[in-house]
């Protein structure tokens, strides 16, 4: 099984800065991507941030040049740096990754079970 762990949430000013960190464990072959995802109230899951195993990143417009995504593949984890943080930056974010469990078996997606980033004007 794999477990994906997150923290670094919490209550922040606008313009302020939170960094987000999820750690993988578990019993894997590879993973793939991982990545960033969020849900604020009465809206759908959407894309923050992902970055491919080797090294290619890609962010939601809504945070281009504010939020940062980096990994570090020994210690399986993925980061997310979020600098001038606005209101509507507010959601429950998650970690996910794209696992490999067996060699040249299947990827299966994970998540972790969210953090709460709340900005306030």
């Known amino acids: 099984q794999v477990q994906l762990v997150e923290s670094g949430g919490g209550l922040v000013e606008a313009g302020g800065s939170l960094r987000l960190s999820c750690a993988a464990s578990?019993?894997?072959?590879?993973?793939?991507?991982m990545g960033w995802y969020r849900q604020a109230p009465g809206k759908q899951r959407e894309l923050v941030a992902v970055i491919t195993s080797g090294g290619s990143t890609n962010y939601a417009d809504s945070v281009k040049g504010r939020f940062t995504i980096s990994r570090d593949r020994a210690e399986k984890t993925v980061d997310l740096q979020m600098n001038s943080l606005k209101p509507e930056d507010t959601a429950v974010y998650y970690c996910n990754a794209g696992v490999g469990i067996h060699y040249g078996g299947a990827r299966s997606d994970y998540w972790g079970q969210g953090t709460q980033v709340t900005v306030s004007s």
């Open positions: 578990g019993s894997f072959f590879r993973i793939y991507a």
